[in-house]
């Protein structure tokens, strides 16, 4: 698979990683054999980058991915990169992003993990106050010198909150929600990430499950499952939920997005290869909950360029259904 770096730190990553949401919590019951299936099939399908975070299943993801790491031939999991995240298993208080809670949490992915040093540790959506702060760099910096993580990053809701984290010098990667449904990173957060060497991480690229085409209005989900409780922000930020697209309209432009792609390519495979041609991009995240998900998404890297009438039609498509919904929004 297509490696890109990221030009900060040198770090490649798989142009298709995994996102380990799904092997925590929120998405339904996922049982560790089906868990370690998934991280199975995904290396093997060439996936070099896994992204987790401590408060997916408080812990469990990291836990799985931890164990499954240490069980691979020594070779092979030198090669996979995990990024985790901090920051959500507290009050979300500027004041508790401090270099000892930092240290704390930092230690507890390490032991879940099993590693001495962590890959890449992003702010895990902050408060907006937190990436404007000279003393949460200067805590991270010191995570770098103590050599508790190699790097750092943020993940952030708002594209103005990404350009923030750009600006400052030692920010390894941005991750943020880029998806068809989701344009208005390609305006200004890529071609700044690019400028500055920064990579961009891109996350909820089916805009839960929507761009696979296989839902419909009467779908229902379970009652654990945040696109069930989180439709309208009850829990997190509503844009983590359909992208916050109100979901009748995203089915119905989803079906739409379906009918514009070259023949034998799925929806989810467009969905994915549309990200992967934004230039500035470095990985994409899709999650999986069995094997054949993951073998699938991962499968997209070696998908044909989509040619520039459907780029184009995909952009209108935004622009008469979705743009007015969450443009402005995030």
Known sequence: MEQRTIDRTGQRLSVIGLGTWQLGADWGAVNEDDAFSVLDAAVDAGVTFFDTADVYGDGRSERLIGRFLRGLDPERSRRVLVATKMGRRAPQDPAEFTLDNFRAWNDRSRALLGVDTLDLVQLHCPPTAVLSSDAVYDALDTLVEEKRIAAYGVSVESCQEALTAIARPHV??????????????????????????????????????????????????????????????????????????????????????????????????????????????????????????????????????????????????????????????W
């Not at 209005?217 to 922000?233: L, M, P, S």
């Not at 290869?273 to 890297?301: D, F, H, K, L, M």
């Open 172 to 329: 390894a990667s941005v991750q943020i929600i880029l998806n068809v449904f989701r344009r208005k990173p390609l305006e200004r957060v890529l071609p700044a990430a690019r400028a500055a060497g920064v990579g961009v991480i891109a996350r909820v690229p089916l805009a839960s499950g929507l761009l696979s085409g296989r839902y419909r209005h009467d779908t229902v989900f379970g009652a654990e499952d945040h696109r069930t409780y989180n439709r309208h922000g009850e829990s997190f930020d509503v844009g983590e939920t359909f992208s916050g697209v109100d979901y009748r309209t995203g089915v119905e432009a989803a079906a739409e997005f379906a009918g514009l792609i070259p023949e034998g390519m799925s929806p989810a495979g467009a969905a994915l290869r549309w990200i992967v041609q934004q230039p500035c991009v470095t990985t994409v995240i899709p999650g999986a909950r069995s094997a054949e998900q993951a073998r699938s998404n991962a499968a997209a890297a070696r998908l044909p360029a989509l040619p520039r009438t459907a780029m184009n039609a995909i952009a209108d498509l935004y622009d008469r259904r979705i743009r007015a919904r969450v443009h402005d929004r």
